[in-house]
């Protein structure tokens, strides 16, 4: 099984920055990709940004202002947003590929979400 802890979030002013982290653990062979999405009440929930094998993808609206990043060694992703807009509020959820051999297929697992609130 693989847990995947999201951490990082809070309260910031508007034109603030946050960093998130997500971290997985437990029976981890190799992981492909790792992506951030984020929801707020009553919408879906969107990507904001992913990366994976050779490629880095941002939502429209974040381009510019937020960083995805990813230490490899230690299976965790990082999300650097700059430049926070209250309409970036909204729970951040860490989404993960990954397997537990060489012979497994890939398989996603999500954290429980960090909420983060852009306010003044």
């Known amino acids: 099984q693989v847990q995947v802890v999201e951490s990082g979030g809070g309260l910031v002013q508007p034109g603030g920055s946050l960093r998130l982290s997500c971290a997985a653990s437990?029976?981890?062979?190799?992981?492909?990709?790792m992506r951030w999405y984020r929801q707020t009440p009553g919408k879906e929930r969107e990507l904001v940004a992913a990366?994976?094998?050779?490629?880095?993808n941002y939502a429209d609206s974040v381009k510019g202002r937020f960083t995805i990043s990813r230490d490899i060694a230690k299976n965790t992703v990082y999300l650097q947003m700059n430049s926070l807009q209250p309409e970036d509020t909204a729970v951040y959820y860490c989404?993960?590929?990954?397997?537990?051999?060489?012979?497994?297929?890939?398989?996603?697992?999500w954290g429980q979400g960090t909420q983060v609130t852009v306010s003044s």
């Open positions: 437990g029976s981890i062979f190799s992981i492909s990709a």
């Open positions: 989404n993960v590929d990954a397997r537990s051999s060489v012979y497994d297929n890939y398989l996603n697992y």
């Open positions: 990366v994976g094998p050779g490629r880095i």
